[in-house]
């Protein structure tokens, strides 16, 4: 695989692995991962359960550190970064995204009390996301699953990010939340060309929304490709079982 010089990419991987100390064993979850990842991009990882997927995307923000390898973010190397610029600028939204105990308007406000930064208008933040701003004064308890993910999201984008990390974020979510939450995500991608890396087990998903594909399995990148080849011409037999679900 040629490789692109780092300051052409958003997120960059050269020979990345990681490994877990479990009781009398270690666990090689990365081993030796290199791509590119383009500006303003929607990639989605994709691959069986303990593929590596989730460490993969926790490492562009170093929630965890690589044990070799370099990582670039916008052209520079990772670990150059002081660590409020880099979490500013690369979000994270989880699945289960935990609530700050308060209002919706308090969990709005994180970013604020944490790095000093002006999110403007929170009811434009909430119009962003699809929320009403008569919920910003309900607690965060009395807000629906979907509602959470939502405001999750609009937490995010008040740090004014550059690239968006979405590990599994609509799987808890009923069908029609789950569309809405992609189109929404869709349409910031077009407006501000914000770079999403999106970990999913739905293929379905992963087909609406990714532009590119990447495939792990064992922790090993296998397919790197555009996500319409991917589905429609897998390259490796690992790849084609897995679309056909005979790899969980």
Same mark, same amino acid.
């Given at each position: 695989?040629?490789?692109?010089?780092?300051? $052409?990419? $958003?997120?960059?991987? #050269?020979?990345?692995?990681?490994?877990?100390? @479990?009781?009398? @064993?270690?666990?090689?979850?990365?081993?030796?991962?290199?791509?590119?990842?383009? +500006?303003?991009?929607?990639?989605?990882?994709?691959?069986?359960?303990?593929?590596?997927?989730?460490? %993969?995307?926790?490492?562009?923000?170093?929630?965890?550190?690589?044990?070799?390898? +370099?990582?670039?973010?916008?052209?520079?190397?990772?670990?150059?970064?002081?660590?409020?610029?880099?979490?500013? !600028?690369?979000?994270?939204?989880?699945?289960? /995204?935990?609530?700050?105990?308060?209002? /919706?308007?308090?969990?709005?406000?994180?970013? =604020?009390?944490? @790095?000093?930064?002006?999110?403007?208008?929170?009811?434009?933040?909430?119009?962003?996301?699809?929320?009403?701003?008569?919920?910003?004064? +309900?607690?965060?308890?009395?807000?629906?699953?979907?509602?959470?993910?939502? %405001?999750? %999201? /609009?937490?995010? %984008? $008040?740090?004014?990010?550059?690239?968006?990390?979405?590990?599994?974020?609509?799987?808890?979510?009923?069908?029609?939340?789950?569309?809405?939450?992609?189109?929404?995500?869709?349409?910031?991608?077009?407006?501000?060309?914000?770079?999403?890396?999106?970990?999913?087990? #739905?293929?379905? =998903? $992963?087909?609406?929304?990714?532009?590119?594909?990447?495939?792990?399995? !064992?922790? =090993?990148?296998?397919?790197?490709?555009?996500?319409?080849?991917?589905?429609?011409?897998?390259?490796?037999?690992?790849?084609?079982?897995?679309?056909?679900?005979?790899?969980?």
């Amino acid at each position: 695989m040629t490789l692109s010089h780092p300051s $052409a990419c $958003a997120v960059q991987f #050269q020979h990345i692995t990681k490994s877990f100390a @479990h009781a009398n @064993h270690t666990v090689t979850v990365l081993d030796r991962i290199d791509g590119d990842i383009k +500006q303003g991009s929607i990639t989605t990882l994709v691959g069986p359960s303990g593929s590596g997927k989730s460490t %993969l995307l926790s490492l562009c923000n170093l929630l965890i550190t690589p044990d070799t390898g +370099q990582l670039y973010i916008q052209g520079k190397d990772i670990h150059s970064w002081p660590i409020t610029e880099l979490r500013r !600028n690369v979000g994270i939204v989880f699945q289960d /995204a935990p609530m700050v105990q308060g209002t /919706a308007l308090y969990n709005l406000q994180t970013a =604020q009390r944490l @790095h000093g930064i002006d999110i403007g208008n929170p009811e434009t933040l909430m119009e962003q996301v699809g929320l009403s701003s008569s919920l910003l004064t +309900q607690h965060v308890q009395d807000l629906s699953g979907g509602q959470k993910q939502r %405001l999750a %999201l /609009a937490r995010t %984008l $008040a740090n004014q990010p550059q690239i968006l990390l979405l590990d599994e974020i609509t799987s808890a979510l009923d069908p029609s939340s789950v569309r809405e939450v992609e189109q929404l995500l869709l349409e910031i991608n077009r407006e501000s060309r914000i770079t999403l890396i999106w970990v999913t087990h #739905q293929m379905e =998903q $992963a087909q609406r929304v990714g532009q590119e594909t990447w495939f792990l399995m !064992n922790g =090993q990148l296998l397919e790197q490709r555009s996500t319409a080849d991917f589905f429609a011409h897998p390259q490796t037999e690992e790849a084609r079982q897995f679309i056909k679900g005979e790899l969980q």
